[in-house]
Every structure is written in C-alpha cells, then in structure tokens.
C-alpha cells in the first residue's frame, strides 16, 4: 500500500498531524478506534467519507513509522 497519496499533513489543519487525503481526521483517530475494537465496518459506517483504502492507508503509514524509528539506548 502506498499511503503517500492518501496520508497529508499540513501545518494548519490539526497542527500538522497527519490526516487523510485533507481531511480533518487523523490518522491517530483510525488507529485509535481500530484499537479500541471497533471494525472497519463501524468506522466506515461513523465516516461514510472514508474509504477501506484511507484505512489501510493508515495502517501502513504507521508500520512504516515503527520501520524507521531509533533505538537509542543510554
């Protein structure tokens, strides 16, 4: 999944955390409520603007975040 053309982040829309495709959701909304136990059933029917892909889309930009994130031990 490329998630580059579905995951934006602009300064002055959710102080610049990154949301899907402009909207005002984020992508820490989806990853909340998936791990609260809701289904991507529930979430689409709660914001019919989304689509399955904007939550896969989700799920890939956070795998690749936890890919690139530094150990840094002391």
Known sequence: MNYHERITIEPGKRSGKPCIRGMRITVYDILSYLASGMTYQEILDDFPD???????ACLS???DRERQTLLIQV
Not at 50 to 56: H, K, N, P
């Open 50 to 56: 989304l689509t399955q892909e904007d939550i896969l």
């Open 61 to 63: 930009y956070a795998a």
